[in-house]
Structures are given as structure tokens and as C-alpha cells.
């Protein structure tokens, strides 16, 4: 039996490192993922690739309960590709939150006169919002970035009004990891900026600990896992047709040609159930 301890990448990550990763893979992920840079939700499991990615952030935006002009946070918000939908479908106005100058520069370009979806670069850590002035939290695929967690969920808290709400995807690592499932998931934190992944269980207890009432919690893994799947395929597509894929694994000065390996070892963590998913939903109480 293994011992149940946070999942800590064993060299230091900062903010800065996080950002680099992003900008140096830019042309990678918005070729691979396109501009929602997250899981796809098989819930039914015969959606396309194109309707779990949706299905992903439309599940999270019901868990809000969006009523249209809500003032609307989007903590790690990528590409804004989830920022645009809530925007678009939900009539809400976004505030993204992104390390990523490329990822920023991406959605600027992309923005209208019209747009209700405004995406800084900025870390939300030292966001200047103001307390109680949000409708309600997004965040998908973040946390796992961020090494102060209770830090972050604390500031969600913070800016939230009270009886509104917060809902969150993310990694995590299996309770009680082997050793076998330890050294994976290391890896995949030390190769792809993550401070660290903990447990459902620990993600839960933090939230506890900032104050929110969970509302609704679920592990996804065997949902979500086909996404690698399919990355690995449409890697190798590139690594086949585009010579510039195959210039930059080849180069050792790119330290994140790492990537293709880490896209392969995420796919194995989740066969050999190293790692799992988890999607929660929690409310800021209306007193507190």
C-alpha cells in the first residue's frame, strides 16, 4: 500500500516557468488542442472530439447556474476558448486570466467591438478585484499550475458574492499512489509545470478550508482519458507531415521538446490509473 502525500514535482515551479511553457508550445497546443486547451467529457461516450471539449465546459457552466450579464471570472483561461463560450451562449461578461502572453495575443485577436470576454495576463494570485464583486468562478485544468492552492481557492472565495458559485476541473493523483504511480506522476509535474497534484480528497478539503459548502463533486477519469488518445494520434499526424514538428523535437536547446513524452506518459497515467479527474461545484455561503 502506498502513502497518501501530495504528488510534488522535484524541481522548483514558478509562475514565470509556467508562462514559458505555454509561449514556447504556443503553435503546439493550438494545433493539437485548438483553442480550448482542456479534456473532453465523454459522458454519453459517442460525443466527437469537438462536443466533449464543449460538453466539458457547458457541464461546469450549469453547475454556475450563469444568468445572462453576470459578472464572470475565468481563472487560467487559456486561449479563452471556454471565456467566449460563457460569454456567447450565456450572455455573461468574462474576465480571463491567463500566465501566457501568446495565449493573450491569441484571443485579443479574436476580440470584437462587441465582445463581453476581456483576457489578462496576469497571475490571478495577484489579481486586483474587488471583494464580493464576482457572479461566479470558472477554472478548468489551473490549480494544478498554481503551487500555493489554498492561496488561490482563497481568492476565488474572496471575490465571490455570497451565495454564488465556484466550479472547477482538474487533474489529481489516485489515493494512496504505488510507487509505480508516484514516479509517473513526478514526472509529468516536473515535465509539464505542475507544482504539484494532490488528491480529490485534499482538493476537497481545501475548498472546505476557504469557506466554500461543496455542492456537487465527481471523479471523471474514465470519462476524460480518450483525450489523449486522440492528442497522441494528431501529434504523430504532425510529426509525419510537418517538418517543423520534427525540426523542434530534434533541437536539445528546446527544453519543452520534452512535451511528446509527456503527452505519452499522461495516456499511460490514466491506463494504469495513476491519475484521475475531478470536476467540483461549491457555493460561497451568504453568511459567513
Known sequence: MGVNKMIESNVTIESEAVAAHYDSLDKFYRDIWGEHVHHGYWERGNETPEEAVLHLSHTLCRWLALQPKDEVIDVGCGYGGTSRLIALEYGAKVTGFTLSKQQKAFSDRLRTSSDQVDVLCQNFLNNELKAESIDAVISIECLEHISDKQRALDEMFRVLKPGKRVAVALWSSVENPNRAQSYMLEAICREGRLPSVQTGSEYKALFEKAGFQMLDEREIGRDVKKTWT?????????????????????????????????????????????MEYWIFAAEKPLSH
Open 230 to 274: 486522440i492528442c497522441a494520434k494528431r501529434l504523430a499526424q504532425r510529426l509525419i507531415f510537418d517538418s517543423s514538428y520534427r525540426t523542434f523535437i530534434k533541437n536539445a536547446s528546446n527544453q519543452d521538446r520534452i512535451f511528446a513524452l509527456t503527452l505519452l506518459r499522461i495516456r499511460a497515467a490514466f491506463e494504469m490509473k495513476a
